[in-house]
């Protein structure tokens, strides 16, 4: 099984800040990777696939990079809608579709 | 436009069979572009994918829940189903279903609001 390592597992910010959150797969998993956020009591929503490729309607804030196995969401410039937790997720295999555990940015 | 809209009995004993289904609207299942999953999240945690299903019957399974777990397509209903077995208080959780594209670079990109389900006697 390919392992997703989040860090941080929370991230206290304060409006306007840039954020990074980190995720590590246990091996290579090309560019295979989403990034999704999800808000308290609500379903997660799908921000970028493929390590950097923004969903509609997603706001250009947010961006995602890297390759194999370390890879970066970055919030620029927080707003308050943002406050939620973000998780990881590998695409890479269908035998096994990891998740990260997860990164809660809370307000600082 | 797509929704997915779970549904479930909202509790479940131990040792029973968990039954849980999830009615697509806006498209149809048995198209050839899509995947269509099921992830839960346990109450404060993360998510666990459990497994996935596309139109032609080919299955993927969580190798940790493959044993208990089944999901499949009925096309009559357009509604995908996941049967859980021998549930204990750890398949406490809610449960979402989703689509996907077929290629890896493809996520889970709609989702349902989830369903609650709660294994207590």
């Known amino acids: 099984d390919i392992q997703m390592t989040q860090s941080p597992s929370s991230v206290s910010a304060s409006v306007g800040d840039r954020v990074i959150i980190t995720c590590r797969a246990s091996?290579?998993?090309?560019?295979?990777l989403a990034w999704y956020q999800q808000r308290p009591g609500k379903a997660p929503k799908l921000l970028i696939s493929?390590?950097?490729n923004l969903q509609p309607g997603v706001p250009s804030r947010f961006s995602g990079s890297g390759s194999g196995t370390d890879f970066t969401l970055t919030i620029s410039g927080l707003q308050p809608e943002d406050f939620a937790t973000y998780f990881c997720?590998?695409?890479?295999?269908?035998?096994?579709?990891?998740f990260g555990g997860g990164t809660k940015v809370e307000i600082k | 436009q797509l929704q997915l809209q779970e549904s479930g009995p909202g509790l479940a004993k131990p040792s029973e069979t968990l039954s849980l289904m999830c009615t697509v609207s806006?498209?149809?299942?048995?198209?050839?572009?899509?995947?269509w999953g099921w992830i839960r999240q346990p109450p404060g945690k993360g998510l666990e994918w459990i497994a996935t299903?596309?139109?032609?019957?080919?299955?993927y399974y969580n190798p940790s829940l493959r044993s208990r777990v089944t999901i499949s397509l009925d096309t009559s209903k357009n509604q995908v189903s996941l049967k859980v077995r021998s549930v204990t208080a750890a398949d406490t959780a809610v449960y979402y279903c989703?689509?996907?594209?077929?290629?890896?670079?493809?996520?889970?990109?709609?989702w349902g609001q989830g369903t609650v389900v709660t294994v207590s006697s």
């Open positions: 997720q590998q695409t890479n295999s269908f035998l096994s579709l990891t």
């Open positions: 806006g498209g149809s299942i048995s198209s050839d572009r899509y995947y």
């Open positions: 299903v596309y139109y032609s019957g080919t299955t």
């Open positions: 091996q290579g998993i090309s560019n295979w």
């Open positions: 493929a390590a950097s």
């Open positions: 989703a689509r996907r594209g077929i290629t890896s670079r493809d996520a889970f990109d709609i």
